[in-house]
């Protein structure tokens, strides 16, 4: 068909150019946006006197419709059109003649395709959150559940020093809790309105720019028009914001993946979210967890694609900017998609708790513990680490736990071990008395799980 900016041209433009330039196979999903902006450049038209009413609700109701029928599957947005905004208008005309021609009254495709992407990105944003919220409650619960859950904490994967399960979920906690709050800090910046900026210079037309803003839920409308046709800025925030998103995903999926393993057996993932081997029948493997960290990736080459594309472009807008669409679809329905699997995932996991404290107990997390107890007794940190690195040779020597010792064992070493020494090194001594806000203790964690409700409660 003929495209609609075709008045200039005297020969038809080569297949093979136009679907290189075209845009409809990847625009045509912000076909809603489409129609809602134009809605509202309707209604600011014939508030400023430059269509009439007539011409408004005929214009309106004809959008209506289209938006009507693709919804319901009897309009199809096919690939005999550029664009989603040339699919949109020609139906248009199609369907109410001449006055569909004054649709684009005051309006650039430059323009129109920057609000487009900013009512989709700005939705995709909410959902993103909402997604971000449902992981934030399962691990709530998680952390509710699990105060007296006792587990290694690791440092370089070596078992460090005794924590619990609620601890450990805590630390995502916060991690995807600073996600939302990045989602948050993107939507308040982008929130104003490229629409009346023009190809660049914005337009001769009296258009009220505040009102069509109000009327998108905007915060107001952009001041400068070359940079409203031309900034990206939004998107690579959320590609970069995404991108961290996926990070936090891949670093819980690898801890998944390893607790899952023979050798730790602390979780046991539910059917639904793993598989088997083809031909080894006693395989059970983490798919949506490795597939997760793998799919982290592809979101972080969205964002270097993105960078790189825009770190040339002179003012203002350049067709080098259509690239943005393709990279970031992907990225949020990758980011969508990964967040909802994984948060099945965890929601569904049972913890071999039983496994969890064991693994605590045999790998001396309790040693800096013993240390502490020599310290409290009079012997000087340097001695008393020393003599505990003893004890941990023993011990491996034996291949029993610190727990395990006779106090006979314990006065061998050094003579300052009485009975006491016991509690002091219980899992339950080693987490309960780290009680400063943010340790694993039951009173610090409570006081934090308190806190993360009343958070969620006010969200």
């Known amino acids: 068909m003929a495209q609609l900016w075709g008045g200039r041209f005297t020969k038809e433009t080569d297949k093979l150019v136009y679907n290189f330039n075209a845009s409809i196979s990847f625009d045509k999903r912000f076909y809603r946006q489409d129609i809602r902006g134009s809605i509202a450049h309707v209604a600011m038209l014939a508030k400023r006197g430059i269509l009439t009413e007539e011409e408004k609700e005929k214009i309106t109701d004809g959008l209506n419709g289209i938006l009507r029928d693709v919804e319901n599957g009897s309009l199809e947005i096919t690939d005999e059109y550029e664009d989603i905004h040339s699919f949109v208008e020609a139906n248009l005309i199609d369907r109410i ?39 934030l409650e399962v691990l709530l619960k998680l952390m ?169 472009l ?29 948060t099945g995932m965890l929601k569904t996991m049972k913890f071999n708790k039983e496994r969890m404290e064991e693994s605590a ?33 023993y011990c491996l020597e034996k291949k029993i736990a610190l727990d395990d010792m006779t106090l006979d064992e314990f006065k061998a070493i050094s003579p300052v071990f009485e009975d006491d020494i016991y509690d002091a090194i219980s899992m339950k001594t080693c987490v309960e008395t780290r009680n400063t806000i943010g340790a694993p203790g039951k009173a610090a964690m409570e006081q934090v799980i308190a806190a993360e409700e009343a958070y969620l409660a006010a969200e």
């Open 361 to 393: 107990k045999h790998g001396f997390t309790n040693a800096t513990d013993a240390a502490d107890y020599l310290v409290n007794h009079g012997v000087p940190f340097r001695d008393a680490h020393g003599i505990v690195g003893r004890l941990v040779l």
């Open 314 to 342: 002179p003012l203002a807008y350049n067709k080098d900017m259509q690239e943005d669409k393709e990279f970031v679809f992907d990225a949020i329905d990758t980011t969508k998609g990964c967040l909802a699997l994984f």
């Open 97 to 135: 003649g001449d006055a569909g021609k004054k649709l684009h009254t005051g309006r650039s495709r430059n323009d129109q395709v920057a609000l487009d992407m900013k009512l989709y990105t700005r939705d995709e944003i909410i959902e993103l959150d909402g997604l971000l919220k449902e992981l």
């Open 144 to 312: 509710k559940e699990n105060v007296e859950t006792y587990m290694p904490g690791f440092t370089h994967l070596q078992k460090a020093q005794p924590i619990t399960l609620a601890h450990h979920m805590g630390a995502y906690f916060e991690m995807f809790k600073r996600d939302r709050s990045r989602m948050k800090d993107i939507y308040k910046r982008m929130n104003y309105c490229p629409l009346g900026s023009g190809a660049l210079a914005g337009t001769t037309y009296p258009l009220d720019r505040e009102y069509t803003a109000e009327l998108l839920e905007f915060d107001g409308p952009t001041l400068n028009s070359m940079d409203s046709v031309s900034d990206r800025d939004y998107l690579i925030e959320l590609l970069s914001a995404m991108s961290t998103v996926m990070m936090h995903l891949s670093r819980f999926s690898e801890e998944v993946i390893i607790w899952n393993t023979n050798e730790y057996k602390f979780v046991e993932i539910d059917d639904a979210y793993s598989t088997g081997s083809s031909i080894m029948p006693q395989k059970k493997n983490p798919d949506i967890a490795e597939l997760v960290r793998g799919k982290t990736g592809r979101v972080y080459g969205a964002l270097m694609s993105l960078l790189t594309t825009m770190k040339g």
